[in-house]
């Protein structure tokens, strides 16, 4: 087996297979592997002191993957830079992890221009240029730079969704990005379909680094397109699609054809879907869908099993011991009970931290950020940040991140169980939950939800469906409800709650809720709004009255 991407990289040179597809043109592996000889001459030339890092602030393009592929061959460490960070935040990646260069493309220079990235001028290299394609002139059959990166070598540094506060970059080194690879069941007949950015561990892990080590025929799309997919898949005869978020939903809201189901996939891996979202996917285009569960960190993975619940994580991997855990006491949490209805009736109890309790090891740490790796590291385990429950039969439930419990009257519970539920209604395209302030109580709970082309809210309905329900605790019942055209995401189709969270009842959006007792929903008014804010102001001003001198 391999130990390192640079070994997977020169396994393919000369392999005449067909390696790359993308639009309308194709490479044999063989080619693939020269122009990334020609990337790693290239850097190697022109590497200076300090870290080997460069940034690549790119689509998914032929260039991207040349790029992927030299900086294997010479060591150098590839920031994957996310395009749709903008302004100081892009900078301050970029410096952060001392990129001594930065390539891009024509249509990404305005994004970057007038930006601090600590990197001079003539070190940013934009490409799918003439003059840029003459670089690499005469370096095709360039020697492989010696030494050979050894499995300790940093390949990538991926940097975190949604990360706060210090920036958070994922290490990855060459020997996991190899470990990742030879757990792939590609052959060298498969086509995997990448739609994902390549900034993203899931994409590489999922669909790059295997192709090169089995040979495999990548398929690459320079962004994901829910109109052109089913296209995609049928004209280049894809075989497997990774992604994760919402890809589906957006799929799924394309008109059916009478050929759906005319393909060769295999099997679709999409993480965070909803249950919904998988089940109609699949039946529409009559292909299996696996969910499981992972992250960029790479220390805790669940995968469906045999007779896995629709909706649920799965189970560890083998040879992993994977709980959940009370972070206060440090106890594995008690399995979830459910009544005859199928509420959970102990979320207080069973709700913890998925925690790998031997598996901190794989965790290869954040760059230049000590802090975040004790926070995730703590007793010697490694804490995902997200909450979950485990039912009897051992099967993980995703209850939500770290942050979202919501509290009502003096009950605690988390979010993912209620969007759920919500996701069941049809007409909904979407729902996210999560609290807002209350002055009597800690918190209500709010939804946000985005429906389907040409539904319309109907609260009537809406409470009709929610009481219907056995499985909808009393206190989970949404308060407020807002109508969205779109549902925020990140630039991987993760749903992202903080603007939500933020915003809260401030928005054009329309907003119903349901007064205490209300037995149906009705428009939340600007005089609500109003309402609301002066009862906040008015329990801030008896706060400080009856707060000790």
Request: aromatic share 10%; proline share 8%; charged share 25%.
């Amino acid at each position: 087996m391999a130990e390192t991407i640079a070994e997977l990289v020169r396994s393919r040179a000369d392999d005449d297979t067909t390696g790359l597809l993308f639009e309308d043109s194709s490479w044999t592996w063989r080619e693939v592997i020269g122009e990334c000889r020609a990337r790693a001459a290239f850097l190697t030339g022109r590497r200076g002191p300090g870290p080997f890092h460069i940034g690549l602030l790119m689509e998914n393009t032929p260039e991207h993957l040349f790029l992927l592929g030299g900086a294997a061959l010479a060591g150098a460490t590839v920031v994957g830079i996310n395009p749709t960070t903008r302004g100081e935040e892009l900078a301050r990646n970029v410096r952060h992890t001392d990129c001594q260069m930065v390539f891009t493309t024509p249509d990404q220079v305005p994004i970057i221009e007038d930006l601090d990235l600590g990197v001079a001028a003539d070190r940013v290299f934009v490409s799918d240029t003439p003059e840029y394609l003459a670089r690499f002139d005469g370096l095709r059959a360039a020697p492989y730079p010696d030494p050979a990166p050894g499995p300790d070598t940093l390949m990538m540094l991926i940097f975190t969704s949604g990360s706060t506060g210090a920036p958070k970059a994922v290490r990855m080194t060459q020997g996991r990005g190899a470990r990742a690879a030879s757990r792939s069941a590609f052959t060298s007949d498969d086509v995997p379909y990448c739609a994902m950015p390549l900034f993203h561990g899931h994409a590489l892990a999922a669909s790059v680094f295997p192709s090169f080590a089995t040979g495999a025929t990548l398929l690459l799309r320079r962004r994901f397109s829910a109109s052109a997919w089913l296209d995609d898949v049928q004209r280049y005869h894809a075989t497997f699609f990774s992604t994760v978020g919402r890809a589906l939903a957006f799929i799924l809201a394309t008109p059916p054809t009478d050929h759906d189901t005319d393909h060769s996939l295999k099997y679709v891996l999409a993480p965070e879907s909803t249950a919904p979202d998988i089940k109609a996917f699949s039946k529409r285009f009559r292909v299996p869908v696996i969910e499981g569960y992972g992250s960029s960190e790479n220390a805790v993975i669940l995968m469906p099993i045999e007779n896995t619940p629709p909706g649920s994580l799965g189970q560890p991997l083998p040879g992993t011991d994977i709980a959940v855990v009370d972070a206060d006491t440090l106890e594995e949490c008690p399995r979830a009970r459910f009544d005859d209805g199928g509420r959970l009736v102990n979320a207080d109890a069973c709700i913890g931290e998925i925690v790998g309790r031997n598996t901190a090891s794989a965790f290869e740490g954040y760059y230049k950020n000590p802090e975040a790796d004790a926070e995730r590291t703590r007793n010697g385990w490694y804490w995902t940040g997200d909450l979950a429950y485990r039912d009897e039969a051992g099967f993980f439930w995703f209850a939500g991140r770290s942050g979202d419990w919501i509290r009502v009257d003096s009950e605690n519970f988390t979010p993912a169980p209620i969007e759920r539920i919500l996701g069941r209604m049809p007409g909904i395209a979407g729902a996210v939950v999560y609290a807002v302030p209350d002055t009597r109580t800690a918190d209500q709970v709010m939804a946000t939800i985005e429906l389907e082309a040409g539904v319309s809210f109907e609260p009537v309905a809406f409470a009709a469906f929610l009481a219907d329900q056995r499985d909808l605790g009393p206190k989970w019942v949404p308060r407020y409800v807002r109508i969205t055209p779109h549902i925020p995401l990140t630039g991987t189709n993760k749903v992202d709650k903080k603007p939500l969270k933020a915003q809260r009842w401030d928005t054009t959006d329309p907003i119903w809720w349901r007064p205490e007792r209300a037995e149906t929903y009705r428009p939340f008014t600007p005089d609500d709004v109003a309402a609301l804010r002066a009862e906040f102001s008015a329990n801030e001003r008896d706060n400080i009255l009856e707060a000790p001198a």
